[in-house]
């Protein structure tokens, strides 16, 4: 079964705070994507990586920024954390000829 | 820019009282036509792919099919864990990104 795990389930965090989120799978997927979810809005993609050191920005790049050195780790940063970042943020992987993505079990961010 | 409409919004049903959700969906060159499950507090889980008009998958109570235009999930006789979050999720020709849904809240009350 394909794993992908998200480093913490909780994080509350200071308004200014530099704030890493972590995800790694285990399935060798060359895709991984990066979404915050709001009640309401839906799932709104915020980063995308297609392999190795390649991303893309989704729909919500600002305030945010990804790094991928390594297949498997694909890590969210938000470089001055504000209280409209507090969000649920999920991650998910992809193999590159598959359609479906297997997401993580999410990071709740609360940012005061 | 494609587009996928899920309805309704949220949906209450008894338990063993069947019923469908719709997804229907305005894109060019369908790739892929995707369901998942999405427990409160949760990410989303996988259940079905499905590519082509006519195609039906089953898995246990639940049942979805495609048509050109959309995608049904039918519900039969559900039980109170069926209660989550349906989402759907298209991906098509020309992107790597799916496009999402917003989901239909589903509660089944014993």
């Known amino acids: 079964d394909v794993k992908v795990t998200q480093s913490s389930r909780y994080l509350v965090k200071r308004t200014g705070e530099k704030v890493f989120l972590e995800c790694v799978q285990d399935m060798d997927h060359e895709n991984m994507f990066w979404y915050r979810q709001d009640p309401g809005l839906g799932l709104r993609l915020i980063y995308f990586s297609y392999d190795v050191k390649m991303k893309e920005k989704g729909d919500i790049p600002e305030g945010y920024s990804v790094s991928r050195e390594k297949k498997e780790r694909f890590s969210l940063i938000l470089e001055s954390a504000s209280t409209n970042q507090t969000s649920m943020y999920l991650c998910?992987?992809?193999?590159?000829?598959?359609?479906?993505?297997?997401f993580g079990e999410g990071s709740r961010l609360t940012v005061l | 820019e494609d587009q996928v409409t899920q309805s309704p919004e949220a949906l209450r049903l008894q338990e063993g009282e069947s019923s469908s959700l719709n997804c229907s969906y305005t894109v060019s060159g369908l790739r892929g036509l995707f369901w998942y499950r999405q427990d409160p507090g949760k990410g989303p889980e996988f259940l079905f792919t499905?590519?082509?008009a006519g195609e039906e998958k089953e898995k246990e109570r639940l049942k979805a099919t495609l048509t050109k235009k959309e995608s049904f999930l039918h519900i039969t006789a559900p039980k109170p864990e069926d209660s989550a979050t349906y989402l759907c999720a298209v991906r098509t020709g020309g992107s790597y990104i799916p496009t999402f849904g917003r989901g239909t809240s589903l509660i089944v009350h014993p």
């Open positions: 499905l590519y082509s």
């Open positions: 998910a992987s992809r193999g590159v000829w598959k359609g479906e993505l297997f």
